[in-house]
């Protein structure tokens, strides 16, 4: 085999669109090889069972061969996989699948961030509850980029968050005590922090209080970049709570 082709990578389908005449350029989320992309020959005529493989949320073991960023298709298998079949799951998807391709660095391994993909993906599958899922997987994305934090750590003063105080929150420093030139978000209740610190996604303050974060993270990371997958959650069907 070429040292420059590669077979059996554990991959999912971030996005897709057309190339050329027949074929399509794919954006994959891969286990050893991080974001990349690359040209599925043909992918696009009646006779290739490619465009029906190659689909979101789809695991799949694939191969390529190329030098280069861009690389040619040469192996799809499919596997089994959850189905997200809920409007709201699928919607979610899509926004994971958009953080993914706007926001990870091209070819930068993330195994620990495949993980916490595929474990989002089956959960997205089994509940109508998809925001203390969404959360998580955004805490494990910025953890990803070097901005992870603790929900119960002030780290402009190295204290413990208290229950009765409230925090300000900084996408450079995490959770912080007082306002700063940094600070995006405050009044946050110290006792939604902890909660969260104890993996209370759940409760009514806990979710108002990360969603709140993880908005401004995620917002800090995009550097004005539009999600488009923000606005399906406006549809009636694809609305959270």
Same mark, same amino acid.
């Given at each position: 085999?070429?040292? @420059?082709?590669? +077979?059996?990578?554990?991959?999912?389908?971030?996005?897709?669109?057309?190339?050329? &005449?027949?074929?399509?350029?794919?954006?994959?989320?891969?286990? =050893?090889?991080?974001?990349?992309?690359?040209?599925?020959?043909?992918?696009?005529?009646?006779?290739?069972?490619?465009?029906?493989?190659? +689909?979101?949320? +789809?695991?799949?073991?694939?191969?390529?061969?190329?030098?280069? @960023?861009?690389?040619?298709?040469?192996?799809?298998?499919?596997? %089994?996989? !959850?189905?997200?079949?809920?409007?709201?799951?699928?919607?979610?998807?899509?926004?994971? =699948?958009?953080?993914? +391709?706007?926001?990870? !660095?091209?070819? @930068?391994?993330?195994?620990?961030?495949?993980?916490?993909?595929?474990?989002?993906?089956?959960?997205?599958?089994?509940?109508?509850?998809?925001?203390?899922?969404?959360?998580?997987? &955004?805490?494990?994305?910025?953890?990803?980029?070097?901005?992870?934090?603790?929900?119960?750590?002030?780290?402009?003063?190295?204290?413990?968050?208290?229950?009765?105080?409230?925090?300000?929150?900084? !996408?450079?420093?995490?959770?912080?005590?007082?306002?700063?030139?940094?600070?995006?978000?405050? =009044?946050?209740?110290?006792?939604?922090?902890?909660?969260?610190?104890?993996?209370?996604? %759940?409760?009514?303050?806990?979710?108002?209080?990360?969603?709140?974060?993880?908005?401004?993270?995620?917002?800090?990371?995009?550097?004005?970049?539009?999600? =488009?997958?923000?606005?399906?959650?406006?549809? !009636?069907?694809?609305?959270?709570?």
């Amino acid at each position: 085999m070429s040292r @420059d082709a590669l +077979q059996q990578e554990p991959a999912y389908v971030i996005h897709r669109r057309p190339w050329r &005449e027949t074929s399509l350029m794919v954006d994959l989320f891969t286990l =050893n090889h991080g974001r990349m992309s690359v040209i599925a020959k043909g992918a696009s005529s009646s006779r290739s069972p490619l465009k029906a493989q190659l +689909q979101p949320f +789809q695991p799949l073991l694939l191969g390529w061969v190329g030098r280069g @960023d861009l690389k040619t298709l040469t192996q799809a298998d499919v596997r %089994d996989g !959850p189905a997200l079949r809920r409007t709201v799951s699928l919607y979610s998807g899509l926004y994971l =699948n958009e953080l993914i +391709q706007r926001i990870l !660095p091209q070819a @930068d391994p993330c195994p620990t961030l495949f993980a916490a993909y595929i474990e989002t993906l089956a959960l997205l599958a089994e509940t109508s509850d998809v925001e203390p899922v969404l959360r998580r997987f &955004e805490q494990a994305f910025a953890a990803a980029l070097g901005y992870d934090f603790a929900w119960d750590l002030a780290t402009d003063t190295g204290q413990t968050i208290r229950a009765s105080h409230t925090y300000c929150y900084d !996408p450079e420093q995490g959770i912080v005590a007082s306002a700063s030139a940094g600070v995006r978000l405050q =009044n946050l209740p110290g006792d939604a922090l902890l909660a969260l610190a104890g993996g209370d996604y %759940d409760a009514p303050a806990s979710r108002r209080a990360s969603k709140r974060v993880m908005r401004v993270l995620t917002d800090y990371l995009l550097q004005g970049r539009p999600l =488009n997958s923000r606005s399906l959650f406006s549809h !009636p069907k694809g609305k959270t709570t």
